[in-house]
């Protein structure tokens, strides 16, 4: 099992830049894919991004590609969102969730652990 805390959510400016992070406990958390995913009001939860237990593979939803940036490090248990040239449709609430599996995932249901989630709010 992995907890997973998400932080560095905030308001930002269009056109600005935030990090977030995704800490999570255990030892485990190498073997573990990850994924970001978000939900604005009214909306459903939408895929942002995920990447595989190495780092080696990432994949990104055709909103976010060129402007996001999903990374990890193992040695810490925490992976990291870059967002940058953020726009006022980004903003929304953020979580980090974990799965196993042979390959990363988009689909929400398919990961077994979420965060809490960080609001991100981008101001026009």
């Known amino acids: 099992q992995v907890q997973l805390v998400e932080s560095g959510g905030g308001l930002v400016q269009a056109g600005g830049s935030l990090r977030l992070s995704c800490a999570a406990s255990?030892?485990?958390?190498?073997?573990?894919?990850m994924g970001w995913f978000r939900q604005a009001p009214g909306k459903e939860r939408e895929f942002v991004a995920a990447?595989?237990?190495?780092?080696?593979?990432?994949y990104y939803a055709d909103s976010v590609k060129g402007r996001f940036t999903i990374s990890r490090d193992n040695a810490k248990n925490t992976a990291y969102l870059q967002m940058n040239s953020l726009k006022p449709e980004d903003t929304a609430v953020y979580s980090c969730a974990a799965r196993r599996g042979l390959t990363i995932a988009w689909r929400a249901d398919e990961y077994m652990y979420w965060g809490q989630g960080t609001q991100v709010t981008v101001s026009s």
């Open positions: 990447i595989n237990w190495s780092g080696g593979g990432t």
């Open positions: 255990g030892r485990t958390f190498s073997t573990y894919h």
